[in-house]
Structure formats: structure tokens, C-alpha cells
T-cell receptor
Framework: EAQVTQNPRYLITVTGKKLTVTCSQNMNHEYMSWYRQDPGLGLRQIYY???????DKGDVPEGYKVSRKEKRNFPLILESPSPNQTSLYFC?????????????FGPGTRLTVL | EDQVTQSPEALRLQEGESSSLNCSYTVSGLRGLFWYRQDPGKGPEFLFTLYSAGEEKEKERLKATLTKKESFLHITAPKPEDSATYLCALSGGSYIPTFGRGTSLIVHP
């Protein structure tokens, strides 16, 4: 089954404790991205990757890191989480984004930073 | 700067009562306009891509249309299972998609 998986689905942590949210897709998609979704603000892109070893900032990259060492995986790293990073996070992938392209979203990770 | 505005924020319909959701946009060089459906606690699910003014796409009770300034998602004879948040997004000059805040649709039986 074609899908995007994320882990963990729920995470409660404390300020300053490094964490990683994993994302994996099995569709051989080139383009992957991370979003955060907050009430009243909608979906905002954090980082995106056009292919292996090619990542770039989205609209809200501060406080986040990503890496793309393999085509299928695109982990999101919070080196020193803060309470304002409490949010619902989605990973997404698509075949490409040139000319527009449907994105497949993962199930989401609900992060709470105390 | 690309912008997407969706209206209304929330819409309540009776089963069978057709209506339309609006997505107004400004963009420099439209690559594509997308509609997604999002159920509570889940990731958005792709519905349609529209590329140019005049284009229309249909799927079951949903029909998406596009002009140079806005897109409509028409829902014909909705059923309770159509209840969800509908998101509009566009891809413009950059590779950063811009999403609207969504329209929350509730269809009462």
C-alpha cells in the first residue's frame, strides 16, 4: 500500500530535550516536505527536499533541522524544542512539484513541549 | 507574495443541500491549485489539481472549478460522510505551497 508513515504519532517532551520525528514514504517520490498545522494559521511548510541531499527552507524553518540521506526518509529534528513548537506536524511527499503535484500526507505527529 | 483565502470558515448543510466553497488567490505564475480534504486528526487527502482558468474536475459529488482569481468546490447533494475540512492550496513561483485556512463543512442527516 502506498503510504507516508510518521513516528511517533504522539509525543510529550520538555523544553530543550532533543527529539527526532521520522518520516518514510514507499512511493519513490522525489519531493518531501514537513508542515506544521496550528489553529487559525493553517498548514505552514517548515522544510522541503527536492531529492537526496537537497533540502531548503520553507516558511517557518527556525528551530528545526532536516536531512535527506535516502530517498525514502526525511526526518525532522528539533535540537532544543520550545513550547512554541507545540503543534501538529505532517510529513508529505509527491512525485515532483514542478508544474504542481499532488502531495501525499502522513497521519500526523502531535507534539507537546512543556 | 502568494495568498490564499478560503470562505466561509465554517458551513453547515442539510443532507442533500448543495453549496459551494470559495478559494480566492493571488499568485505570480500559477503552477497548480489543489483541493484537499482533511478529517479530524488525520492528514490531508488529495482531491484535485487545477492548472489553468476554465478547467473543471469532478469526483463523485464534488466538482472543482478555476478562474484567474478564484476556485470553487461545488458539493452536490452532500451526505454526512462529506463532513470534513476542505483545504485549498496553490503552487506558484516558488516551490513552497501556500495553503488556505480551510472551510469546515458539517452535513446534517
Amino acid at each position: 500500500e502506498a503510504q507516508v508513515t510518521q513516528n511517533p504519532r504522539y509525543l510529550i517532551t520538555v523544553t530543550g530535550k532533543k527529539l527526532t520525528v521520522t518520516c518514510s514514504q514507499n512511493m519513490n517520490h522525489e519531493y518531501m516536505s514537513w508542515y506544521r498545522q496550528d489553529p487559525g494559521l493553517g498548514l505552514r511548510q517548515i522544510y522541503y527536499s527536492m531529492n537526496v541531499e537537497a533540502t531548503d527552507k520553507g516558511d517557518v524553518p527556525e528551530g528545526y533541522k532536516v536531512s535527506r540521506k535516502e530517498k525514502r526518509n526525511f526526518p525532522l529534528i528539533l535540537e532544543s524544542p520550545s513550547p512554541n513548537q507545540t503543534s501538529l506536524y505532517f510529513c508529505a511527499s509527491s512525485l515532483s512539484l514542478t508544474g504542481g503535484g499532488e502531495q501525499f500526507f502522513g497521519p500526523g505527529t502531535r507534539l507537546t513541549v512543556l | 507574495e502568494d495568498q490564499v483565502t478560503q470562505s466561509p470558515e465554517a458551513l453547515r448543510l442539510q443532507e442533500g443541500e448543495s453549496s459551494s466553497l470559495n478559494c480566492s488567490y493571488t499568485v505570480s505564475g500559477l503552477r497548480g491549485l489543489f483541493w484537499y480534504r482533511q478529517d479530524p486528526g488525520k492528514g490531508p487527502e488529495f482531491l484535485f489539481t487545477l492548472y489553468s482558468a476554465g478547467e473543471e474536475k469532478e469526483k463523485e459529488r464534488l466538482k472543482a472549478t478555476l478562474t484567474k482569481k478564484e476556485s470553487f468546490l461545488h458539493i452536490t447533494a452532500p451526505k454526512p460522510e462529506d463532513s470534513a475540512t476542505y483545504l485549498c492550496a496553490l503552487s506558484g513561483g516558488s516551490y513552497i505551497p501556500t495553503f488556505g485556512r480551510g472551510t469546515s463543512l458539517i452535513v446534517h442527516p
